[in-house]
């Protein structure tokens, strides 16, 4: 009685909500009836950890008022028997652009491209097109039939979609997939925020790469904050009064890869905002990282198709990366799940939206609980878009979303029947079609034979069997009950065909035909033994989860199985090449311990050490690359006269390949510096080569540079586009470090008497400008710049700018011309870090000599020898050995080039650059003379961890052998079982240069790149 009595409480609250009207008039009568439906007998899902079995689920005017057991089922309800069905709350899909617009994307682009510098956009918006917080998906939303009913087929009830288009976003809307008005479909908008690094249509010139769109990103929280505070009293802005009011808002960031993600989650620490992230399938390559990063990840099952490697030479175009990704990314979800972080799953990124079950149960073959499946398509989407109270589950006053099935919705034989939309059924497939599979006894007429039906419930298969060997497929077609059947019998006569037409009957079929010579016959089907079916395994005894293998660090070749840790090290009885002050000592040994250098000295012992015998082998300090554009996702943000404001270290690749190569050739540290393709360029990233380490381990924050460039690459003399950005002239890169220090000095100053003020109540704070403030750190002598430069002349105007503005250059990096301005430099104070022997390679080095660093260093400048090459990078000892024989250098000295000097102009010598007690062990064990050209390094070493090794490099190089044997087979047996084989395209990784720039391929590299 009690329950009665709660249940008829929840009928009248339920009906007064939905008396309320719409505010649109009816052309017509209006017949509002209460619709109420009861789905008695079935299993019940209220949600993926709540089922009942033989339960009744009761729904008024579209929403849920009873569910359970023992429900009492009021007068005029619907009464639907579902014994042996399933109900599930429906799907949510949280990553969509159902009902958006198309997106226009602009033509052209790339090499020949006109240049936009400003935005074009109309009206009192932002400065740049990839900055769309004022679009609104809730006023952009229309309902397509057509692509609802395909989502409604998957089971999906609701989605989350908004404009793909542009870095910043705006708002999301949650939509049902109703056939019905927009206004009734929008559940809520605004719902969420979206942000990206991809400006989408924009085709304006600035960002141009992924460190110019995180800095974007950042100045525009800044600018955001100005304005919310102070800005409106300088300016009207469409675009900031819209960003601002995302803040509320769940923001989803789409993340590309991996390192896209967490990049993304650092801009998110940057302003106290925890993201929910839109993921690419490969977090499981960095479980650990992205676990730390405490974001909720919408997951896609998009796994790749294996390559066709049967040609032996295609199969040389797969990387092991990428034969290993095939492998492992089914397993990913599993690997969220085992880890502990919360994630939906969506369809998104699929080639079609047909794949999505088969990969969704690959997922749960892999690993992945059916628990956390539903979950990650119910309660968790509707949980992180705060839509818990509507849907997500079958709880009493949640919308009536759910779908009814045959079975395990995870089953590979499971029908979805129905999807109920608010209340409103959506028919997907028949509910009362029996299941008709099986084996039955064939009679026609005389003759006898078996009618065997398999395949899946909703799409079975047919075949014929006469006279026990006789085998035929027929035509079928069945629909409501009545079975029409088209076959030879006489394979020798093709176009003689029997025809039989029928009705189901109990268990059987029952009708009439007629032969090929127009003899009527009766005919029946009589089962003899249903299909059997095995029966859905639940969680707890799934069969044995496929053996993937262990992720590498990092996940290319030669990575590691587990990350690498530093050792106790003895080296032994080697020729020390210490760098310092000590100079070279031979017969010494070098102890290491807790990724120091301990002690040196001659029979020195420690009990637990790892001894390396370094007999007739030579120890020196690690090699420092004072130059490098190696281990950057870009190089280049060449949008803008400057780029002060990005930051290398936001686009640090730690997977590629070329730190190891390095690591083969000696060198322990690198200058990740951007580009030369403008004047004032991106602030640098230091980092430690640790091979497999992540970009905190490897970066070195104490380090700040940024690169400044002269020369034709600035004014753009041969770029290939029309270019419309100022500096055009030489003359024109004077004035661009004139115009941008004298606003860094005022900007500076600003600051300074702000910050002074006792009282700051009413006054304004000034607009934070992380390009001046760069700048401004330059001043304050907090920054150091590293310069590309060539000529004698520009050199000479920069020393001239820098001393008018009382700021100091750092470091003139490759200095061709260096020799000629020697004295001045050393006056100066800046160090030079030339090439040792490039000349005639374009017309403004036409100058350069081979004696260049020897003259440099005769004067008394800090000289560096620098390889701006990844190649090159490899031998840096060899263009160090260089200054022996050009100039005369002594060869202590010509180490120093490549060893304590860069670590001197870096600022980091109390830290590295020499074999000296409490120092970073960062050594090479050389087999042979350190400077012949013979040598190579028996033993690379940074901060105490052997990253490189011969020993362990011929190890390395059977592992991939054997590894890329086994997935090469594998993927052979996967196209043999009928699994889709793509023919791999032909690529060749791009090795940075400081001109080059994102999207634009240097002259000569389109054909290569097609070959």
Not at 103 to 108: D, H, S, W, Y
Not at 499 to 522: C, D, H, P, Q
Not at 730 to 743: A, C, L, N
Not at 751 to 756: G, L, R, V
Request: proline content about 4%.
């Amino acid at each position: 009685m009690k329950k009665l009595i709660t249940l008829l409480i929840t009928l009248s609250v339920f009906s007064s909500a939905w008396a309320q009207t719409p505010t649109f008039p009816r052309n017509g009568v209006y017949d509002e009836r209460p619709e109420m439906y009861a789905f008695t007998n079935a299993t019940i899902y209220v949600d993926a950890r709540t089922v009942v079995e033989n339960a009744t689920l009761l729904i008024k005017n579209g929403i849920i008022v009873g569910v359970g057991k023992d429900i009492q089922i009021p007068n005029g309800a619907v009464v639907a028997d579902l014994k042996g069905r399933r109900i599930y709350p429906a799907l949510i899909d949280m990553e969509s652009d159902y009902g958006m617009p198309e997106i226009k994307r602009a033509q052209g682009g790339g090499r020949g491209a006109p240049q936009q510098i400003e935005s074009n956009k109309k009206g009192a918006y932002g400065w740049n097109q990839a900055l769309n917080s004022e679009t609104e998906a809730g006023k952009l939303f229309a309902v397509n039939n057509a692509k609802a009913d395909e989502l409604r087929k998957l089971g999906f009830g609701t989605v989350l979609t908004h404009h793909h288009d542009g870095i910043v976003r705006g708002t999301g809307a949650l939509v049902t997939l109703a056939t019905e008005s927009e206004n009734s479909v929008i559940v809520r908008s605004p719902v969420s925020s979206h942000l990206s690094f991809s400006k989408g249509s924009s085709t304006q010139q600035y960002p141009n790469s992924p460190m110019g769109a995180m800095a974007l990103l950042r100045q525009t929280y800044y600018d955001a904050e100005w304005y919310k505070n102070a800005g409106k009293n300088v300016e009207y802005n469409i675009s900031m009064d819209a960003f601002n009011g995302l803040s509320n808002l769940p923001t989803i960031f789409e993340a590309t890869d991996k390192w896209s993600l967490l990049r993304a989650d650092k801009l998110g620490d940057e302003f106290k905002t925890q993201y929910i992230f839109r993921g690419n399938g490969d977090e499981y390559q960095r479980i650990d990282e992205i676990k730390a990063a405490g974001g909720s990840i919408i997951v896609p099952i998009n796994f790749p198709a294996a390559f066709d490697v049967e040609d032996v030479w295609d199969a040389d175009n797969v990387s092991l990366a990428e034969m290993k990704h095939w492998e492992m990314a089914p397993a990913n979800a599993a690997a969220l799940e085992k880890a502990g972080v919360n994630f939906a799953l969506t369809s998104a990124l699929l080639k079609t939206k047909t794949e999505f079950w088969a990969n969704l149960r690959k997922a749960i073959e892999y690993g992945l609980s059916e628990t956390k499946a539903l979950e990650a398509l119910t309660t968790v989407p509707a949980q992180l878009l705060q839509c818990s109270d509507k849907v997500g589950s079958l709880k009493t006053g949640s919308w009536a979303n759910f779908i009814i099935t045959s079975g395990s919705l995870f089953s590979v034989d499971n029908i979805i029947y129905e999807n109920w939309i608010r209340g409103k059924k959506y028919s997907i497939n028949n509910l009362n079609q029996a299941d008709i599979r099986g084996t039955y006894s064939l009679n026609l007429d005389a003759e006898k034979g078996k009618l065997i039906i398999s395949g899946k419930p909703d799409k079975p298969e047919y075949q014929i069997v006469l006279s026990d060997t006789v085998k035929i497929t027929p035509k079928v077609t069945y629909l409501n009950d009545v079975i029409s059947l088209n076959f030879q019998p006489d394979k020798k006569a093709p176009n003689a065909t029997t025809r039989l037409t029928g009705y189901r009957e109990g268990t059987g079929f029952k009708g009439s035909g007629e032969t090929a010579k127009g003899v009527a016959v009766k005919w029946n089907a009589m089962l003899q033994e249903p299909m059997k079916i095995a029966e859905a395994r639940r969680d707890t005894a799934q069969k044995p989860v496929p053996n993937v293998g262990k992720p590498l660090f990092p996940f290319v070749g030669f990575g590691n199985t587990e990350k690498l840790k530093s050792q106790t090290l003895l080296i032994k009885n080697a020729t020390v090449w210490t760098s310092d002050d000590a100079g070279m000592l031979p017969n010494s040994d070098v102890l290491v311990e807790n990724g120091k250098i301990s002690r040196i000295g001659k029979n020195l012992s420690a009990p637990n050490a790892k001894v390396i015998d370094g007999t007739g082998k030579h120890l020196t300090p690690g090699i420092i690359d004072e130059h490098s554009h190696i281990a950057l996702f870009s190089i280049n943000e060449g949008g803008q006269s400057s780029s002060a404001e990005v930051r290398m270290s936001d686009v640090i690749n730690p997977d590629d390949i070329n730190i190891y190569r390095q690591l083969a050739g000696g060198v322990t540290m690198s200058q990740l510096l951007h580009g030369s393709a403008n004047s004032i360029g991106g602030q640098s990233a230091v980092v430690k080569l640790k091979w497999g380490g992540n970009i905190s381990e490897m970066l070195l924050p104490e380090a700040q540079f940024i690169k400044f460039a002269l020369g034709e690459n600035v004014k753009q003399a041969n770029s290939a586009n029309p270019t419309a950005r100022y500096p055009q002239t030489r003359m024109g890169v004077e004035q661009v470090f004139m115009d941008h220090f004298t606003r860094a000095r005022e900007y500076d100053r600003a600051w300074d008497s702000y910050n002074s003020m006792k009282n700051k109540i009413g006054i304004p704070m000034p607009r934070r400008d992380i390009e001046l403030e760069a700048l401004a750190e330059i001043l304050n002598g907090k920054r150091f710049i590293t310069c590309h430069s060539y000529v004698q002349s520009e050199i000479n105007m920069l020393l001239k700018v820098a001393d008018s503005l009382g700021f100091k250059i750092n470091t003139f990096t490759h200095i061709l011309e260096g020799y000629k301005v020697a004295d001045k430099m050393k006056k100066h104070g800046a160090a030079g870090s030339s090439f040792a022997d490039w000349w005639a390679y374009k017309m403004e080095v036409k100058d350069a000599i081979p004696y260049n660093a020897a003259i440099l260093t005769k004067v008394g400048v800090l000289t560096s020898i620098n390889s701006d090459d990844a190649e090159m990078a490899r031998r840096l000892n060899q263009e160090a050995a260089k200054a022996v024989e050009y100039g005369g250098i002594a060869e202590t000295e010509a180490l120093k080039m490549v060893t304590i000097n860069p670590a001197k102009i870096m600022h980091l010598d109390k830290r590295t650059g020499s074999i000296k007690a409490g120092k970073d062990a960062d050594l090479v064990l050389w087999n042979n003379h350190p400077l012949s050209i013979y040598a190579r390094p028996d033993y690379t070493i940074v901060e105490g961890t052997i990253y490189y090794s011969t020993e362990g490099d011929d190890k390395r190089r059977d592992e991939v052998e054997k590894e890329r044997a086994r997935l090469v087979q594998k993927m052979i047996s996967a196209k043999t079982g009928g699994a889709t084989a793509i023919r791999p395209p032909f690529r060749r990784q791009r090795m940075w240069h400081c001109e080059d720039v994102e999207g634009v391929m240097a002259e000569g590299e389109e054909q290569s790149e097609q070959k």
